[in-house]
T-cell receptor, first 114, second 110 residues
Framework: DTAVSQTPKYLVTQMGNDKSIKCEQNLGHDTMYWYKQDSKKFLKIMFSYNNKELIINETVPNRFSPKSPDKAHLNLHINSLELGDSAVYFC?????????????FGDGTRLSIL | EDQVTQSPEALRLQEGESSSLNCSYTVSGLRGLFWYRQDPGKGPEFLFTLYSAGEEKEKERLKATLTKKESFLHITAPKPEDSATYLCAVQKGRDDKIIFGKGTRLHILP
């Protein structure tokens, strides 16, 4: 009964490829997020969706495209992967944008670019 | 510029040796300050939320406190299983964005 689940857990691929990461939450939350954690363990927000609508879009290359088919799912598609994209990507969810409740995180997808 | 700074970067303690982790922040209109624990290979796990200066929260050996400029995570008589990275994050104003600090890596020696 994992609250926020991401797949795959590990992703190893060649530079230039296109890949997707999937995220699902069963908490009934309205808002979902994608974070990137770099090699120095710094966690930085990339995107946020509220009820399938994009509300936060940080300075992220447009090779990264989030898609939310419904409020329980937020997928991340990455085109033309580069070496600098190697990191751990975390999905999270929270009750809503006007809430100051904590975010709940998945266990991450470790992306390695060869 | 909004900023969250955690110190120390790393801390090694003997089992039973109490200490405190610091999180200082400069944000306008704090809505909430969060503490998370992150184990290797896992996502951050929520510990506490603090909303206003003077507030304190406790859970087992951990106690979090908040002032207008910083938060402390006090750990009393820690055990080896308390070893983890502890992350502080702040949510500001009407913005849903949460800003994380770089974390403190805590290692408790048996």
């Amino acid at each position: 009964d994992t609250a926020v689940s991401q797949t795959p857990k590990y992703l190893v691929t060649q530079m230039g490829n296109d890949k997707s990461i999937k995220c699902e939450q069963n908490l009934g939350h309205d808002t979902m997020y994608w974070y990137k954690q770099d090699s120095k363990k710094f966690l930085k927000i990339m995107f946020s969706y509220n009820n399938k609508e994009l509300i936060i879009n940080e300075t992220v290359p447009n090779r990264f495209s989030p898609k939310s088919p419904d409020k329980a799912h937020l997928n991340l598609h990455i085109n033309s992967l580069e070496l600098g994209d190697s990191a751990v990507y975390f999905c999270a969810s929270s009750p809503g944008v006007t809430s100051n409740q904590p975010q709940h995180f998945g266990d991450g997808t470790r992306l390695s670019i060869l | 510029e909004d900023q969250v700074t955690q110190s120390p970067e790393a801390l090694r303690l003997q089992e039973g040796e109490s200490s405190s982790l610091n999180c200082s922040y400069t944000v306008s209109g704090l809505r909430g300050l969060f503490w998370y624990r992150q184990d290797p290979g896992k996502g951050p796990e929520f510990l506490f939320t603090l909303y206003s200066a003077g507030e304190e929260k406790e859970k087992e050996r951990l106690k979090a406190t908040l002032t207008k400029k910083e938060s402390f995570l006090h750990i009393t008589a820690p055990k080896p299983e308390d070893s983890a990275t502890y992350l502080c994050a702040v949510q500001k104003g009407r913005d849903d964005k949460i800003i994380f600090g770089k974390g403190t890596r805590l290692h408790i020696l048996p």
